[in-house]
Each structure stands twice: as structure tokens, then as C-alpha cells.
């Protein structure tokens, strides 16, 4: 039996790069301190790490300057670190033995393709990072990068024929998408096209307080975009001729060139046993991160059950795991519980590169700031630092 202690994450985006950089840091330390070895592996479908928050600009134009930008492979962030430390593995995730410790995967390979054995690695401490899936590719990974690299390349080259595109969901996606086109296509470019966003809600960004909703429907029907409340998409069909018919929920059908759908956002927990979730498919957990029923077993990112969702939860509850784990690990220092740094309302949403809306700590926002904070470069700078573990 190894003498090492395995800590296993799963997930690599955002919550599991964000545990995977902060115990590796600590590791040297905690050896000190214990005389015991550890070390990390990170199982994860995609070899490359995707700025998913620069996504509703990225999507239509090769941004900052490549396509790739927005796909970094995820081990160029972990060569600083020995491979002692250190074990990536390109895997699909299907299944958890907790009574037996053991994670149950299936290996890919450069294509993607997974192997039909199974794979396992044993694990004395695990870290649960999986994250969310939405049906979109252009919203959230389907197993790996290619299906949304695919889906950008799809997008790129259709989007100067197009004439009329509608954008499904009215939260901050689907509102900071609609932006994008109306920045890019909107009545007052000299390509306009037909450009309609669907909120299944009263209002825009139902998360904020109204007025601040009505601000980005002004701003978007400012650039010529139709906004429409109350409606939900029912289902779709390609109609096999560059266009797709989609049926609302008020029973009506329209035909459209290009669907954009930025809802049905749900915990990607499918391979986890069902006693560990909640009624949304997301884990369990205390205040300190961990999985209650579990030793050594914690939940990072959106896969918590105390997650309100987003990079902000994340930030700020990534070295709190990170913190606790070390804690136990190392038999001294105390855990500390995970606190939002606010529960008033705090979010900033671009609306185009011009224009944007949002508040913090419960005060409204200018639109300026919005715009210099996020609308001017959608926090592409923190792409590279995020891979790199120095966001």
C-alpha cells in the first residue's frame, strides 16, 4: 500500500484548476509539517480549460486575436509543478465507489474517443469540481472542447449570411449575447439583421432588481433588438436548409436562421450516487465545503449545493476548500466555514462592448463602469492566469 495520500479532483475548470493550483502550493508545506506524502490528480473530459465568461463575444469573432484564445490546454498550467506532485488524466468520468474510495473513469484519447475498459484510481481525499452542463455546446462543455470549438467555428462562418437570429433566455448569457449581435448586427451597423431575445420570465436578468432588467432592454432595443417576455422555447427542428423552426410555449412557431439557446443550465452530477445530491442534482455539503456523510470528500464550484452559480462563488469559495483540506490534512489550524463575501445583490453585465448594466454589494452600477470592468475585454487578461494558477 503507497504511503502517499491521493487526492483526486474532479474537474478541471475553474473550481477544479482553482483547488488543484492551492493545494499544490501548500503541498511542500504540509509534507513539512506531517512527514507524509501527497499527491494530486486531476481526472477531466477536455484537455483544454475554456473562458466560458468571454464566451458571448467570443462566439462570434475570433477574440482577443485567435479562436483558441479562449481553449488553453490545462497541463501547460501544471509543467511548473513536479510530476511527483502532479498526475492529469484525460478521462471520461462514470462513476464514484465512496465506501471503496475509488473513482471509476474511462480513458481518452487525442481524438476523444473513449476506451470501452474501465479504469480506476483510489483516492484518501476527493475533490468533487465537475461544474454544470446546459444543452448548448456554445453555453457549457458536452465532454470536451471540440464539440464548442466546433460550435464557434459553426457560428463564425454562418453568422454574415444569417438574417434573422433569436437568442433563448433572458438571464445574463442570453442577455450579453444578444448584445454581441446587436453591437455586431444591430439597425445601426451597416449589416443589420432580425435579432430577437425570448426571456421565459416578466423581465430581463430576473436575478438583479427590475429597473435594472429595464435598463438592458433598453440598451438592447437602443441597438434593435427585440425583446420578448414570457416565453420559452418548447422544442426545435432543423429544417435542413441553413434554418430552424421553433416551437414557443404559447404554442406558436416561428422560423429563424440561427437558434441560440442559453438556458437548461443543470449540476453535470449524473455519474455521482443519488444519496450525495440534493432534489437539483447538486452535492450536499456544510458550510465548510465538505460532503457531510463522507470523510475527507468536498464539493468546489457549482456542483454545491450552497453555490449560487458563477465565477464570484467560486473565487471566494475555492481557498476556503482549499484552506479546510490543508487543515485536516495537516491536524493543525481550524476549518473555517464558507461565507459570501455579500448576499446583497453583485453582478456586472455587458451589454455590447458599449454598454452594460449591474450592481455591487446592492448599489446600482453605471453603465460606464460595467463597461470598463468586464464590457471591454469580457476578463480575457484572467484566461491564461486562470490555467496558469496566478488569476
Excluded at 509543478?81 to 484519447?109: C, P, Q, R, W
Excluded at 475527507?296 to 473565487?315: H, K
Aim: aromatic fraction near 8%.
Amino acid at each position: 500500500m503507497s504511503d502517499t495520500h491521493n487526492i483526486v479532483i474532479l474537474g478541471g475548470s475553474y473550481a477544479g484548476l482553482g483547488v488543484a493550483h492551492g493545494l499544490l502550493k501548500a503541498l511542500p508545506g504540509l509534507k513539512t509539517q506531517t512527514g507524509k506524502s501527497y499527491k494530486v490528480t486531476m481526472i477531466t473530459n477536455s484537455t483544454h480549460f475554456w473562458f466560458s465568461v468571454g464566451a458571448p463575444r467570443a462566439m462570434f469573432m475570433p477574440y482577443p486575436k485567435d479562436i483558441m484564445d479562449s481553449f488553453i490546454p490545462i497541463e501547460k498550467g501544471f509543467k511548473q509543478y513536479s510530476s511527483e506532485l502532479f498526475d492529469f488524466v484525460h478521462a471520461e468520468i462514470t462513476g464514484v465507489e465512496m465506501d471503496k474510495k475509488m473513482v471509476l473513469y474511462k480513458l481518452k484519447n487525442e481524438k476523444e474517443e473513449v476506451a470501452p475498459t474501465t479504469n480506476t484510481i483510489s483516492f484518501d481525499s476527493l475533490v468533487i469540481a465537475t461544474g454544470s452542463k446546459s444543452p448548448s455546446p456554445l453555453y457549457s462543455y458536452q465532454g470536451s472542447h471540440v464539440p464548442t470549438l466546433d460550435a464557434y467555428k459553426d457560428i463564425q462562418s454562418r453568422l454574415s449570411s444569417v438574417k434573422s437570429i433569436m437568442i433563448v433566455g433572458g438571464g445574463t448569457a442570453g442577455t450579453e449575447t444578444a448584445g454581441e449581435i446587436g453591437h455586431l448586427h444591430g439597425k445601426q451597423t451597416s449589416s443589420p439583421k432580425d435579432i430577437t431575445i425570448l426571456s421565459g420570465h416578466e423581465r430581463l436578468l430576473k436575478g438583479l432588481r427590475p429597473s435594472i432588467g429595464q435598463r438592458a432592454q433598453e440598451f438592447l432595443q437602443g441597438m434593435g433588438v427585440k425583446v420578448e417576455h414570457n416565453l420559452q422555447l418548447t422544442d426545435s427542428n432543423d429544417l435542413g436548409n441553413g434554418t430552424t423552426k421553433v416551437i414557443l410555449s404559447d404554442g406558436s412557431t416561428r422560423t429563424v436562421d440561427m437558434l441560440l439557446v442559453a438556458t437548461g443550465r443543470k449540476p453535470a452530477s449524473s455519474y455521482l450516487p443519488s444519496s450525495l445530491l440534493d432534489d437539483q442534482g447538486r452535492v450536499v455539503c456544510d458550510a465548510y465545503t465538505r460532503v457531510p456523510s463522507l470523510k475527507n470528500v468536498w464539493v468546489a464550484g457549482d456542483m454545491a449545493q450552497n453555490s449560487p452559480g458563477g465565477i464570484m462563488y467560486i473565487n471566494f469559495a475555492v481557498p476556503v476548500t482549499v484552506g479546510n483540506i490543508v487543515a485536516e490534512l495537516g491536524g493543525k489550524g481550524k476549518v473555517k466555514e464558507y461565507k459570501p463575501l455579500t448576499t446583497k445583490e453583485t453582478q456586472f453585465v455587458p451589454v455590447g462592448p458599449n454598454y452594460g448594466v449591474g450592481a455591487a454589494f446592492g448599489w446600482w452600477i453605471p453603465s460606464a463602469v460595467v463597461r470598463m470592468v468586464k464590457g471591454k475585454t469580457m476578463f480575457f487578461p484572467n484566461a491564461m492566469k486562470t490555467v496558469m494558477g496566478t488569476a
